[in-house]
């Protein structure tokens, strides 16, 4: 299990620094990739070294584009509200019962969505330092939240999730 | 050990999260300009929320000093005014502080904190925004003796706000606190509530600094008219004082006592 953090950890960002920077120079929304490592993070592990995990994954991405701490900011805001946010939808969840390779596909496409929306609002907040951004500028970080949840959804169906096999094989 | 225990310990998520969370804001702030500009914003509203309550403490403190710098840049607007008149009107004026009063029922006199050092002479003229308080008698070289226009020696050149009645002051000995203006012709139209002012003849003090206002009038039956004046400036309460030099009054003065 921690091999597979590693290697999720070093896909993402590789991917995010040599394709998806790149990518960026030709659309307005420039996709957080790397921020899927943070995502599937596994539930049952310490917090601690999820938050720490999640400062190197958005420092990592931060010394690729040169913002700063912005990215790492909102992986570690987001790492500290991730039990918060899940426990208000699913009981399993916040009792660390269930892991994310597990979920139902009705589960896991919730989960990547507000994730996805949720990284991609921290983003813009810490960029602009204001938390009233989120009101100005609320259909760009939807639709920027969209793109990422796409990307992030087609990498966790392909690579992840498992009970795309367990049902084909059945 | 068990308060660190609850504190800390049992909280060990948060303050990593609070520690990464500022390495990560320190880094944004260092290289991200809309970032420094929207924080140190928020800082300046903040730290004037706190010193709001503080702020009017300090300028109670700071009473006395704002003071000075209000009568200094009064005087060289002053002497701006003063300066810019139709010759030969040329005023240098300077500010004093009053050391000691000493007012009663006979000679009146005050003892400023500037002398000779500071460019004071004999029969200066000494006045407040209120107005005249009276003239320059002796100098030191670091104090000066003013004589309050309630003194029996000091005697000033002045008129009426109605154009073309001059008189003079004086006081009598007698512990009033009025003073006179003499020499008014009988047919002036004069009543209680005009204002005098400094003629500026004299060249002891620039024109139409305000001396007092009539409070009652004495006909002389065919010498003229006496006035009884209540001066403006009230020598008990006032601090800080101007102080005129016009340079040709010596001249002046000088021509008028040649036979």
Redesign the interface.
Known sequence: MNLKIVINFVIAVALQVFVFNFAGNFTNYLPYFGLIAVILFPFRLS??LY??Y??AT??SI?LSL?????F??AS??F??LRDFIISRFRKDWSERKTELVHLSLNSLIIYIIMSSLLLTALVYM?????VKIVFYTWPHILKHAAINAFFYLVFTLIFVWDNVYKTSVK | MSVINRLFFRK???W??AF??S??????????S??????NN?MLEITGIFNKPFRKWKDLLRVKRNYETLLKENTDLLNKKFGGQAPPSSFSITSARIVSRHTGAYKNFIILDKGKADGIHVSDGVWTSEGAVGVVSSVSEHFSKVFLLRHPTVTLSVKLDKPGHYGFTNWKMNGEKLIRVVDIPVEADVQAGDTVRTSGMSLIFPENIPVGHVVGVVDTEGEGKVLKVRPFADIDRISYVYIGFHPRREELKKIINEP
């Open positions: 917090k601690s938050l720490l999640a400062f958005g420092l931060d040169g913002t700063g701490g912005v790492a900011g570690v805001g790492a500290y810490l960029d602009a330092a204001s | 060990i998520n948060f990593i999260f990464l969370m390495v990560s804001l320190l880094l944004t702030y260092r290289s991200n809309v970032f420094q500009f929207n924080v928020t």
